[in-house]
């Protein structure tokens, strides 16, 4: 299945999480509709409850001093800012006389005392302002002390200054008197009448501590457009800033996956990294006697040797679950090689100065130690030789064998030999390419042959290219060869070809 490109990844990216909230839009704009209604009905009742204590001070106040005369003494308590306030529309007193005065001055015709009923135990009653072609009635509260009246007109201005935010027109609000003597008045509508009877409208109550009112809220069709447009520049906002951050994540996952280290744990992920056979003859009887199991990297059609990344992986602890990998096809890989050919699986010191192989290798339940070996590199040192020794031992008394690899080359190759117990080693390359040649090296190469045979180490020369090599190695004793001359790394199933073209040797 061909992939897409990210030229079509990016923009699908950056936009699927605006059409994913814009799918979301219509409940979530539901939602908050909603919350708003409650937002709205509990910052009435907050404004509903200051109001109901500011006026009940204020009135008791009033009460207290009032002379019900009319004179100096009542029109200053009705004139007086204090108890002349926001709330308070207009003030008066009715005297058993018939005469009255309000805070405007003379008496108003605004409400008919006889008709009112006797207030409540707590001497308060509520009535309303006489109706007149269909406009909003104002509540009255009124108290008598005997024949006298005082009497204070409500503004209702609070509760549309309230209502009209967040956006205009989005609420109605019906106040319900729960006293007696309001039956013709048992409704006191603010607002938008018509949202109450739109389809879908929504509607929600509460009542005063008092139990004198009962205040229901609608909301309709205005505010959900107001909370959908809210959704909608939130949409485009939030949906553009994860679809940005998606876009971000993308393009820094894939450069992490492009560069070396998201490379190699793709690589694990996938099971791309491979053995490469390259055989072991022995010039004697040109019968290949062994193979190196050598890394590659395989991506496709892309074959990758291990001098580009092997060090790498080193450094960022790679190496242990790439040779995992390695040991597990190299098994498998086993029976379809003559029985009586061996495998070597190169290693690195964390492999033995901790359990690691040991533990690999008792989870495939110790395979075939007469035919799986391993070499140790002399490039790199072995920083705690007493656990290696351990876990060497351990592997040999189970019948698995070890190779000193490059050896000659780095860091106390005798030493290891003696102390870890090794009996086979490999002739570096560096050697090799010395016969025939001044070079100083040559020497050296002579001295390795010489303590290898006078130690009866088993020998395998690399990296021989040339008749001439394997001659003079013969000469000097040393006959299994590795190396271009024989076959250069195969996958298996070119390697098993190769095998046949030879007659099976």
């Avoid at 009535?127 to 008598?144: C, H, R, W, Y």
């Avoid at 609608?218 to 949409?235: F, P």
């Avoid at 490379?263 to 062994?290: I, K, M, N, W």
């Avoid at 080693?425 to 560096?430: A, L, P, R, V, Y």
Wanted: charged letters at 20%.
């Amino acid at each position: 299945m061909k992939r897409l490109s990210p030229l079509w990844i990016s923009p699908l990216l950056f936009s699927l999480p605006i059409l994913v909230c814009l799918l979301l839009s219509q409940p979530v704009s539901n939602a908050l509709a909603h919350y708003l209604l409650e937002q709205k009905l509990a910052e009435i009742e907050l404004a509903m409850n200051e109001r109901q204590q500011t006026l009940e001070k204020s009135i008791d106040d009033q009460m207290a001093r009032f002379a019900f005369d009319c004179g100096e003494q009542d029109m200053t308590l009705l004139r007086d800012p204090w108890h002349y306030n926001r709330h308070i529309r207009l003030q008066g007193l009715k005297l058993a006389s018939g005469k009255g005065c309000s805070s405007l001055g003379p008496d108003l015709p605004l409400i008919d005392a006889s008709t009112l009923p006797d207030p409540e135990i707590d001497g308060f009653g509520l009535t309303a302002t006489p109706p007149a072609f269909g406009t909003e009635q104002e509540l009255v509260i009124f108290s008598k002390r005997g024949d006298q009246l005082a009497y204070w007109v409500l503004s209702n201005s609070w509760i549309r200054t309230i209502m009209e935010k967040p956006c205009s027109a989005c609420f109605y609000i019906e106040f319900t008197p729960l006293v007696p003597g309001l039956a013709r008045h048992k409704i006191f509508p603010r607002g938008e009448q018509a949202i109450k009877h739109e389809p879908g409208s929504e509607s929600l109550s509460f009542t005063t501590p008092d139990n004198k009112m009962q205040q229901t809220l609608w909301s309709g069709l205005a505010l959900r457009t107001y909370a959908q447009s809210l959704v909608y520049r939130g949409t485009f906002w939030v949906g553009g800033t994860l679809g940005a951050l998606l876009l971000t994540g993308y393009w820094l996952l894939r450069n992490y996956r492009r560069s070396l280290k998201g490379l190699l744990h793709t690589g694990l992920a996938r099971q791309e990294f491979v053995p490469f056979y390259q055989p072991v003859v022995d010039s004697r009887s040109q019968r290949v006697v062994g193979f190196e199991a050598l890394l590659r990297w395989q991506r496709d059609d892309d074959v990758t040797a291990p001098g580009a990344f092997i060090a790498y992986a080193e450094q960022q602890g790679l190496i242990l679950p790439m040779t995992e990998q390695l040991l597990d096809r190299v098994i498998a890989d086993l029976p379809q090689l003559a029985p009586e050919q061996w495998v070597s699986v190169n290693l690195v010191a964390a492999h033995i100065e901790q359990p690691h192989l040991r533990n690999l290798l008792q989870h495939h339940d110790w395979p075939s130690p007469t035919r799986l070996t391993f070499e140790l590199t002399e490039r790199e040192p072995i920083m705690d030789i007493e656990a290696a020794t351990s876990e060497i031992s351990a592997l040999q008394e189970k019948g698995y064998h070890f190779k000193l690899d490059d050896f000659g080359t780095g860091y106390g190759g005798f030493a290891y030999l003696q102390r870890l117990g090794i009996r086979q080693i490999k002739i570096d390359k560096m050697f090799v390419d010395t016969i025939g040649t001044d070079d100083p090296k040559r020497s050296l190469l002579d001295a390795i042959i010489a303590f290898g045979l006078e130690s009866d180490m088993e020998m395998i020369a690399e990296g021989v290219e040339t008749q001439a090599q394997v001659d003079y190695l013969a000469q000097q004793g040393v006959y299994l060869i590795q190396g271009y001359l024989y076959a250069r790394p195969m996958p298996l199933p070119e390697l098993l070809h190769w095998q046949q073209t030879r007659g099976g040797h």
